[in-house]
């Protein structure tokens, strides 16, 4: 996963942590947006996405 990449994942993810406790986004979509917040951070923090894998997808330069 690129640095660009990463860097868009975790700006998603405050994003939506910071909608549900303004209260925004509640109930069930606040819920699967935290859920997805936290998909995006962890998928960011190791670098790793499972899906790019199964569609066969690279955000890293090449070197």
């Known amino acids: 996963m690129g640095n660009s990449d990463r860097a868009i994942r975790i700006v998603i993810a405050a994003v939506l942590v ?11 979509i606040g819920i699967i947006s935290l859920v997805v ?18 569609f066969g997808l690279k955000t890293r330069a090449k070197t």
């Open 37 to 54: 917040a936290g998909i995006f951070a962890l998928t960011s923090l190791v670098s790793f996405c499972p899906l790019y894998t199964l």
């Open 18 to 28: 910071g909608l549900y406790f303004s209260e925004v986004l509640t109930g069930t």
